[in-house]
């Protein structure tokens, strides 16, 4: 779905009495925050959705904070949420984390360039110390440093759920940092059958909406430490 405006709130009102919608993609709508809220209240109520894409929405920490609410105390359906491409900062990633380790249908995270820095990271880490359910995590472009990585390595040691982290273009993660999650990936991959855990240092293509010249030119190729 494009274009959806003033029409959203109504739409998500609506969905609260849906019982067939799997899949919901409200990709590149700028919603923002207010939209991003009002999703949220269709999810409070929702009890079919297993799909949600709001990535290039302009939905902040307000936005993502009122959906991870759903997510903690309301939704048990959702199993994928894309945030990419949202400025929902650390703010809006430690709300997430704490529905992350309360939430236990969520399976992918996708927060791709949505500048939570290594705040954020910490706050999703310690989520990941009590989550049993989420198997793919996307933090591609995030500013996340040492001390972020340094704390997702640790949830690492305690996560066995997970079996795909995203950490492309985050160039501050120094070769020091580097070396102990591909350790830690290579000591869980050992204890695997099969042996499925992986942490991704390159760019993944978008599952859904427009590829445009400018996500190309922010993720040109890396080459991997």
């Given at each position: 779905l494009h274009r959806v405006d003033r029409r959203q709130r109504q739409m998500c009102i609506r969905d609260r009495h849906n019982s067939t919608l799997a899949s919901l993609d409200l990709s590149y709508n700028k919603i923002r925050d207010k939209g991003g809220v009002a999703v949220a209240e269709g999810l409070r109520h929702n009890s079919t959705l297993a799909s949600l894409d709001l990535?290039?929405?302009?939905?902040?920490?307000?936005?993502?904070?009122?959906?991870?609410?759903?997510?903690?105390?309301?939704?048990?359906?959702?199993?994928?949420?894309?945030?990419?491409?949202?400025?929902?900062?650390?703010?809006?990633?430690?709300?997430?984390?704490?529905?992350?380790?309360?939430?236990?249908?969520?399976?992918?995270?996708?927060?791709?360039?949505?500048?939570?820095?290594?705040?954020?990271?910490?706050?999703?880490?310690?989520?990941?110390?009590?989550?049993?359910?989420?198997?793919?995590?996307?933090?591609?472009?995030?500013?996340?440093?040492?001390?972020?990585?340094?704390?997702?390595?640790?949830?690492?040691?305690?996560?066995?759920?997970?079996?795909?982290?995203?950490?492309?273009?985050?160039?501050?993660?120094?070769?020091?940092?580097?070396?102990?999650?591909?350790?830690l990936a290579a000591k869980k991959r050992s204890t695997q059958s099969p042996p499925l855990f992986k942490i991704e240092w390159e760019w993944r293509l978008p599952t859904s909406g427009p590829v445009s010249y400018t996500h190309l030119r922010a993720h040109e190729t890396e080459a991997d430490l």
């Open positions: 990535s290039n929405n302009k939905v902040y920490s307000d936005g993502a904070s009122a959906l991870a609410d759903a997510l903690r105390h309301n939704n048990s359906t959702l199993t994928s949420l894309n945030l990419g491409w949202n400025w929902i900062t650390a703010g809006g990633a430690r709300a997430l984390g704490e529905a992350v380790r309360y939430n236990t249908t969520l399976t992918s995270l996708d927060l791709d360039q949505c500048s939570i820095g290594d705040d954020g990271a910490r706050a999703l880490g310690e989520a990941l110390r009590h989550n049993t359910t989420l198997v793919d995590l996307v933090l591609s472009c995030n500013r996340i440093g040492a001390g972020g990585a340094q704390a997702l390595a640790e949830a690492l040691r305690h996560n066995a759920a997970l079996t795909n982290l995203n950490l492309y273009g985050n160039n501050e993660i120094g070769g020091k940092e580097k070396r102990l999650l591909r350790s």
